[in-house]
């Protein structure tokens, strides 16, 4: 919390002129009474915030309806998060499991997420993706996405392989032939480089539209570029069946990121875009959006907080240091987890030692570990230099400023546990270690450092996408979501796959509500 | 989030007159604007919300600085939660700890909270504790607060004792000479059954005053006590230095308890008082205030199924079976915990074992335990019949159906570790535990299981007390907040001893930050 007052109240007090004369309700959060709104610039029956997975398919269903679309997107390009993530897709008793014999069910298939979501998961949104699964991959398919034909992942996590594996290799594989379709309707309009400000809501409560921004340009030198970052030309835009949130997450807001979770400080990288912010959900919560389970943040626990984003060294740390050698506190000199432990176990780990003053731990192996492992893992960190050789453990411990004498006695205790086959620490599976040890020069290391990948909370839905107000318990009356800008559907932490199918059916379901009001 | 549709918007339908008039702004819960009250019913410097330790502490330091104070209470006494806890305190690096050669610090402290609290916890504000707890401890005691002389109590999670026993052996040792003291200050009023209904926020977005309703009857029958009841007068306040949230958690509240963990069914109890709902933290919410970590909410695990609520043997079990004693699963005879282990570590050992056959865990000790202990802490579960007392451990394994020789040779064992000072099996940290063990007749059993007892989530302030806005990143002028309705301290889970010390610190904080103001 300590940066969280770091930005000013500019917005108020030199914000676009219109949105500032708009500004004369009773919060800064509040909304915009529809009654200051003097003349609408724009009318659209939908307006889509975000060009995502959610929003694309939203607008889909919404525009093959007839209904006039506006898709904002903020950033210069189309699609955020899920034009760059893996892309793969789960959907629960599907056709290609069936021809394999695969067994899979609604229920299995809850079971698993909630086992990683820590059964905090909100069942009855996992139990609609599973209904509606073979719909939404009907819906990209008849767009042109191309899955591998009659494949099925076995993703972690999972207890049966149910994931169609996109041919592209990315979630561009949907994003482009989404895109494609869409601007074959005519009622259809994608905007990139507009920002929403704000909603605009009826004396009910009811959202009617939104003010925004065009010709907006993000600048991710700010701190907080939601408060600003004053680019643009103010624009009132009615929506007259409603408004869809399909923004994303907040895993590149410093601010709203750190103030749900403290061990994540400002220098804490993220695999993400960077347009990912808390904008649109802080001002959806400022018109009564109930939030849930805003503190779990997912993480992936093999980064270097010196490269940027997913990096280079994300292999090489994992399969060489934490697979075979150990990772150490600078300032203890000894190990602190089990380093073969799970993705959530490890970042909590790594997040107690890196503390608030930056203590990033080492990763540490040598040169035995780096002959047995894919000699690429290791290449392009070397030349990048945030993989580092040295000639002695002294040496290394120099470098990185490890407390020196415990560390060496550490590496001695941890090569005793190899030979005698047990780690009396941190219980460490040790017998797939093949007698690896960290031993024979020359050494590595590295610094680690968790990343965020996807932030769990948001805003609550029900299963027809509305969103649910915390003063009234009733949906909002014409706002929905879908995506990452919503809660519940992983609860504490989700399963590889399971983002995909969120986003593209819950944007889909937003899609056909809409539609029926054509 | 099946219920959460359940309650209408019926408040704005046919809600008091003069409240519906001023609920004209743009949403439901975005406050109410100044403009709009044409005439405050009456007028204070500062208006705090519950009258529990933060709200309590808050009033004595604004009043005693000459500021004209009202405390609100909803409820028809005074002293929410706090007046039916258990009331010990922690307060490390005290006197007491000196004299007895305890070495205690600000950092141990801290570091015993991030355990607890899954390092989630915002450090800053536990720093705070640490620095100010002596004062908020003389603060009590000068308003005639008693605790047992010479005594730091070894509290489960702390790494040493470092916390005062209360004397009166609940809340109430501070709530009663606390008001006792408020109502000697001519300037403060404490006015029980009125409820604040939303908060008045000038054009700057600051917090100038309240709605509320005098002569209100909180009605436990509700499903939802804050939307449904309409009893009452509504009035106007105004708050001319500014608000206090003092009102405590949600663990009675159905529907948001339930959305932000859906784990916790209707029927699920807890040890709160009925009124525990989230009705001001929404409204806090309304006006902008950042929800953190609101989904960790947090069980008892010294709770007795066949009580209703806190119960009355929550002292017992806690500080006499589980500092001292054993807990044993029935089926095995065997324990199955660290019974000193923090809060979240036992709940989640308790609910594994529970499973769904309802197999209540016993917790066991025995007199020489029961003669260490305050006398108070048993009578009353004896006369109530939850514990039983027995000549012989064969007798107990026998009513409480235990596996009885595995259970016999459990407590041999575990007789022999505090014998050997080293628990080989849960390491238990048994050198506070003076030799006692499991042997002296009479033997004493009871079931355990926990409750739902305090809601670790809620608005984030900084170190002053300050409530932060979501929207600006800034403390919203005139809203100050302490104790269970704000987030962050604790983190994922609390330890013991903890929420009285935070409580009573951080309403003393926003009465010096008003004093301030005089």
Request: proline fraction near 4%; glycine fraction near 10%; include cysteine.
């Amino acid at each position: 919390m300590s940066d969280i007052n770091l930005a000013r109240r500019s917005f108020l007090k030199s914000g676009a002129a219109v949105a500032a004369t708009l500004m004369a309700s009773a919060a800064a959060n509040a909304g915009i009474p529809a009654a200051k709104v003097q003349k609408w610039d724009e009318e659209y029956d939908v307006v889509i915030i975000g060009s995502g997975f959610a929003g694309m398919a939203c607008a889909l269903k919404a525009g093959r309806a007839g209904l006039k679309v506006l898709i904002l997107e903020k950033m210069p390009v189309v699609g955020g998060n899920s034009a760059i993530c893996g892309g793969n897709v789960a959907c629960p008793v599907n056709p290609v499991q069936a021809a394999q014999g695969i067994k899979d069910s609604k229920e299995l298939f809850i079971a698993d997420c909630l086992k990683d979501g820590l059964g905090i998961n909100h069942t009855e949104l996992l139990a609609t993706i599973a209904d509606r699964c073979n719909d939404t991959i009907k819906m990209v398919v008849d767009c042109g996405c191309e899955f591998v034909p009659n494949k099925m992942l076995f993703e972690a996590g999972h207890s049966v392989p149910r994931s169609y594996e996109i041919k592209a290799g990315t979630g561009s594989g949907y994003i482009r032939p989404m895109e494609a379709e869409l601007k074959k309707i005519p009622t259809v309009t994608i905007r990139t480089r507009c920002k929403m400000d704000d909603f605009v809501v009826d004396e009910t409560g009811a959202v009617v539209g939104i003010t925004a921004r065009t010709g907006y340009r993000f600048n991710a030198k700010l701190v907080n570029d939601d408060r600003e970052n004053k680019t643009g030309k103010a624009v009132t835009i009615r929506a007259k069946k409603g408004v869809m949130l399909a923004a994303g997450g907040f895993s590149r807001d410093i601010e709203f990121r750190q103030a749900q979770d403290p061990r994540v400080v400002p220098s804490t990288d993220s695999t993400n875009q960077p347009g990912a912010t808390a904008g649109v959900l802080i001002k959806a919560m400022g018109i009564g959006a109930l939030p849930i389970q805003l503190c779990w943040l997912q993480f992936l626990p093999y980064c270097n907080p010196r490269e940027k984003g997913f990096g280079v060294s994300v292999n090489f740390t994992n399969h060489a240091c934490m697979d075979y050698g150990v990772v150490v506190d600078r300032k203890t000199g000894k190990r602190f987890m089990d380093e073969h432990a799970g993705r959530k176990i490890k970042s909590d780990a790594l997040f107690q030692v890196i503390g608030t003053d930056e203590n990033y731990p080492i990763a540490v192996c040598d040169q035995a570990i780096v002959d047995a492992i894919n000699p690429s893992f290791v290449k392009l960190p070397l030349e990048m230099g945030t993989v580092k050789k040295f000639n002695t453990l002294e040496e290394l411990a120099d470098h990185f400023k490890i407390n020196k004498a415990p560390f060496l006695e550490e590496v001695k205790k941890f090569n005793g546990y190899v030979a005698a086959g047990e780690d009396k620490d941190f219980h460490r599976i040790l017998k797939f270690n093949n007698g690896l040890n960290v031993s024979k020069a020359p050494f590595y290391g590295i610094e680690v450092s968790p990343k965020i990948h996807h932030t769990m909370g948001g805003v609550l839905i029900n299963t027809k996408a509305q969103v649910i107000s915390a003063t009234t318990g009733q949906p909002i009356k014409g706002l929905y979501a879908g995506g990452e800008i919503t809660g519940g559907v992983h609860g504490a932490s989700r399963l590889g796959t399971v983002a995909v199918i969120d986003a593209l059916t819950f944007g889909m379901i937003a899609g056909e509500e809409f539609a029926k009001m054509a």
